[in-house]
């Protein structure tokens, strides 16, 4: 069974930063592409994020772009989303999904 937990979510004010992470199991995650997307309230989710399956290239938003980094440590079963410099329209649930298979979500909220 393929689960995915997001955590690292939370409270951050303007221009900090927050390191969420995504913990894979019943998936050999290193053959598989990681990617994050985001769900502001009232708004569609959209795509931050995409990393291939060994973290050698990713693909970002335009509007994270130079913020959020993606990476792996495929020994942990782990991927990684580093958001710098965040901003209020970061706010949202951030999810991690892979083949198919979501997590269950992590809320971020950007507030002064």
């Known amino acids: 069974q393929v689960q995915l937990v997001e955590s690292g979510g939370g409270l951050v004010q303007p221009g900090g930063s927050l390191r969420l992470s995504c913990q894979g199991s019943g998936i050999i995650f290193s053959t598989y592409g990681m990617h994050w997307y985001r769900q502001a309230p009232g708004k569609q989710r959209e795509l931050v994020g995409t990393?291939?399956?060994?973290?050698?290239?990713?693909n970002y938003a335009d509007s994270v772009k130079g913020r959020f980094t993606i990476s792996r440590d495929n020994s942990k079963n782990t991927a990684y989303l580093q958001m710098n410099n965040l901003k209020p329209e970061d706010t949202g649930v951030y999810y991690c999904?892979?083949?198919?298979?979501w997590g269950q979500g992590t809320q971020v909220t950007v507030s002064s």
């Open positions: 990393s291939t399956p060994r973290g050698g290239s990713t």
């Open positions: 999904s892979s083949i198919g298979y």
